[in-house]
């Protein structure tokens, strides 16, 4: 429907890039579909981050996990 009520070309100047005589649907769906691919992007990496982060908790809670096992263990006097 946006595109049959809206036909007529426009021009699109970004900075670096001039295009002239585009479809004013083409340009929305464009820009919907680059918007869609930056968060997909974005959620990406940011749980990557998060896994990132919990192996390396998970990693931390071993060692003092395996600390407090060793401190809390019963001493054994030297026999000398």
Same mark, same amino acid.
């Given at each position: 429907? +946006?595109?049959?009520?809206?036909?007529?070309?426009?021009?699109?100047?970004?900075?670096?890039? &001039?295009?002239?005589? #585009?479809?004013?649907?083409?340009? +929305?769906? +464009?820009?919907?579909v680059?918007?869609? $691919? +930056?968060? %997909?992007? /974005?959620?990406a $990496?940011? %749980? #990557?981050?998060?896994? /990132?982060? &919990?192996?390396?908790? &998970?990693k931390?809670?071993?060692?003092?996990?395996?600390?407090?096992t060793? $401190?809390?263990?019963?001493? /054994?006097?030297?026999?000398?």
């Open positions: 429907m +946006f595109a049959y009520s809206n036909p007529e070309p426009i021009d699109i100047d970004v900075g670096f890039a &001039k295009l002239e005589r #585009v479809s004013l649907a083409l340009a +929305f769906a +464009f820009v919907f680059a918007g869609w $691919l +930056f968060g %997909l992007i /974005t959620v $990496l940011t %749980l #990557v981050r998060h896994a /990132t982060e &919990k192996r390396r908790l &998970k931390s809670l071993r060692h003092a996990e395996a600390e407090l060793t $401190l809390r263990a019963p001493q /054994t006097e030297d026999a000398n």
